[in-house]
């Protein structure tokens, strides 16, 4: 919040249309402490299972709606006032032009939320991204193709570049999924183990699931070192 108030206190930025998402990831004494603000995501790969480490703000879920209606604003087509496709975001001041109200009372607002998770033994990484990943690919598809990815020796850079090249529309002109922007950073775990332990572990079948080569995601040879 104390960022949102700088920014509309300052006469270039207050009134900027645009806007921002944020997801902050820290970790520290072996316990995960994320925040976000919009629809920026971070998940967490425990023994190949999702760890959602974040939850969207999207206009159309039912607290989110009341707090916009409460605000006076309304949600059309899963819109804020039928335009913004998030709920919350710093920036986006031409809704929060609200005098009677405060920052945190307006229809888009900063506050994050913030979870706080203990590291797990079995951690192996966590993947933070905008929505140009999201949209596209769910969570466990992301965990497996980053997983699968480090299981063969991948580094995290490369992975990060084969998502987004796997996210991305093959015709940028046509619109729609694959042609938003795209943010990714892959954070890898190895706790007490090597790189080379980390690929082992992330080479283990997911419990309950067939790891077999029909369901593994194609690798991209030549980012393979």
Not at 23 to 33: A, E, L, Q
Not at 150 to 160: A, F, H, K, Q, R
Not at 165 to 186: E, H, K, S
Request: proline fraction near 4%; hydrophobic fraction near 40%.
């Amino acid at each position: 919040m104390d960022m949102d108030t700088a920014m509309a206190e300052d006469e270039m930025l207050k009134d900027e249309l645009a806007g921002s998402t944020a997801v902050v990831v820290v970790v520290k004494d072996k316990v995960i402490y994320c925040a976000n603000v919009g629809d920026s995501r971070a998940i967490a790969s425990v023994n190949g299972v999702v760890e959602p480490l974040s939850y969207d703000h999207k206009p159309n879920n039912e607290l989110e709606t009341k707090r916009i209606e409460a605000a006076g604003g309304w949600v059309m087509f899963n819109r804020v006032n039928g335009n913004l496709a998030l709920s919350r975001a710093l920036g986006d001041y031409i809704f929060k032009k609200n005098d009677q109200k405060k920052l945190d009372e307006q229809i888009v607002i900063a506050w994050p939320d913030i979870e706080v998770k203990p590291v797990s033994k079995d951690l192996e990484f966590i993947v933070l991204a905008c929505d140009g990943i999201w949209d596209v690919m769910t969570n466990e598809e992301v965990v497996e193709f980053v997983r699968f990815r480090v299981s063969n020796g991948m580094e995290p850079e490369d992975i990060c570049e084969d998502l987004m090249t796997r996210c991305l529309a093959p015709n940028g002109q046509m619109g729609g999924l694959g042609c938003d922007n795209m943010t990714v950073v892959i954070v890898c775990f190895l706790g007490d183990r090597t790189w080379k332990e980390l690929q082992i572990q992330c080479s283990k079948p997911i419990p309950g699931k067939s790891n077999s080569p029909s369901n593994s995601p194609k690798l991209s040879t030549k980012t393979v070192h």
